[in-house]
């Protein structure tokens, strides 16, 4: 950082987180109440069919991320990170809105399911280029030494999110009735989202640009997209694998209620779970990647998740109690996160900065929209044609392992000072 250049307040990177974190919660909560809002925009006398056109239009969010990503990504790297950011904020709360206030099935018909799903191709629009262009400016912001703990608050910022829209889901599961919690109760949390966007808007409209700032530290090699082809399909791979461990631990809710038969005030704690393990243990793992390196914070935590996820998941299904849900999703998210948050640093460091945020958004958008919002459907489908309730554990352990090949390959992107001696 040269010399004229006063370092970014950390009351603007934590705007920049919270802006984050609302946004996610925005795009995260469908997937909390997906059972009920099943029911309410396709009532059929069969619940699986019903979930999974739920989880379905849950997907569509992530049909539209990689043409975001693209529109997004690319004003940002050449117009600058805070209007990005502040375009993608407002598209995604309209969107939210929209969804909020549909009336369902039983009241317009075949119109309500078709709405829903048209407000989740634009929030897809929006989560597609909020995400890369947030790491972006948050790696950017930061000292080299502290480029891991800065991209650490990404995940931070979901678990927040995740955080937010479990502990609500348990505040109304036990407040309200089943029926008031399928009528107008995840409306509420909707709606809560909706009341947070002038909020948001008007922390992010301070922001200071990163885009032209000098590179703290070596930086990553100049160069094109074909320069950086094996860091791109390496970053894809390792955020594929990530984006699996989040939406799979995402599921817990549904799976627990809908799969396991658990109480939904029960099964709802599993995100509120989740949320607070994201948020701690995101930002343990990006402290100690820019003590240690990125490499050993990638890969030892996610060799010890690899052999976490049978155990986990054959506890939750035998006891089906609130000890073994909660406690697998605490292991599972805290092993995962402390990889995860070195994993999404390094990407993005070895990027160059003139295409960082395009190249970060597609390969975030990309890995999501083809495995992100995939995961829940295809899982669902899974048990209910194998009849084993452990097929969230195949999956991710498959993904995990996947992911820790691409780790293996992934050189040191950490400056010299911070980075181990080889």
Avoid at 103 to 121: F, S, W
Avoid at 304 to 310: D, M
Avoid at 323 to 345: D, E, F, H, I, Y
Avoid at 360 to 367: G, M, W
């Amino acid at each position: 950082m040269s010399a004229n250049q006063p370092p970014i307040a950390r009351r603007h990177i934590t705007a920049a987180v919270i802006g984050n974190a609302l946004e996610c919660y925005d795009f995260l909560t469908y997937a909390f109440f997906a059972a009920q809002i099943g029911r309410v925009f396709y009532p059929t006398q069969t619940p699986f069919i019903s979930l999974m056109l739920s989880l379905a239009t849950f997907g569509a969010g992530f049909v539209s991320r990689p043409l975001g990503a693209v529109l997004l990504g690319a004003y940002a790297d050449r117009i600058g990170r805070k209007p990005a950011m502040l375009a993608s904020f407002g598209m995604m709360g309209g969107a939210i809105v929209v969804m909020a206030l549909t009336p369902g099935y039983a009241q317009i018909g075949v119109a309500a399911p078709l709405i829903m799903v048209a407000a989740r191709l634009i929030q897809g629009l929006a989560i597609g280029g909020e995400i890369g262009t947030t790491t972006t400016y948050l790696v950017e912001a930061a000292a080299a030494n502290r480029r891991g703990f800065s991209a650490a608050w990404q995940y931070a910022g979901q678990g927040m999110a995740a955080l937010v829209a479990g502990v609500l889901g348990v505040v109304l599961a036990n407040s309200i009735s089943p029926g008031a919690l399928q009528n107008w109760g995840w409306r509420l949390a909707f709606l809560i989202g909706a009341a947070v966007l002038p909020i948001g808007l008007w922390i992010r409209r301070d922001l200071p640009e990163t885009l032209h700032r000098t590179e703290p530290g070596p930086g990553a090699t100049p160069g094109g997209f074909l320069t950086h082809a094996r860091t791109i399909v390496l970053g894809l791979v390792i955020i594929m694998s990530t984006s699996i461990h989040f939406y799979v631990l995402n599921f817990m809710t549904t799976y627990a209620a809908s799969v396991l038969h658990m109480k939904a005030n029960l099964s709802f704690a599993a995100p509120a779970v989740f949320g607070v393990s994201t948020i701690v243990f995101s930002l343990t793992g990006g402290a100690l990647s820019d003590r240690f390196g990125r490499r050993p914070m990638m890969i030892w935590p996610r060799v010890a998740l690899l052999a976490a996820i049978y155990p986990a998941y054959a506890l939750i299904a035998h006891f089906r109690d609130a000890a073994s849900l909660l406690t697998a999703t605490l292991v599972l998210t805290m092993l995962g996160q402390l990889s995860g948050a070195a994993s999404l640093t390094a990407v993005t460091e070895s990027l160059p900065k003139p295409i960082r945020g395009t190249s970060l958004a597609v390969l975030y958008a990309t890995a999501t929209a083809i495995f992100g919002g995939t995961t829940q459907p295809l899982i669902t489908w899974l048990i209910h044609r194998t009849g084993d309730v452990l097929w969230p554990g195949w999956y991710l352990m498959i993904a995990t392992a996947i992911g820790l090949g691409a780790m293996l390959l992934m050189r040191e992107s950490a400056p010299a000072k911070v980075a181990p001696a080889a």
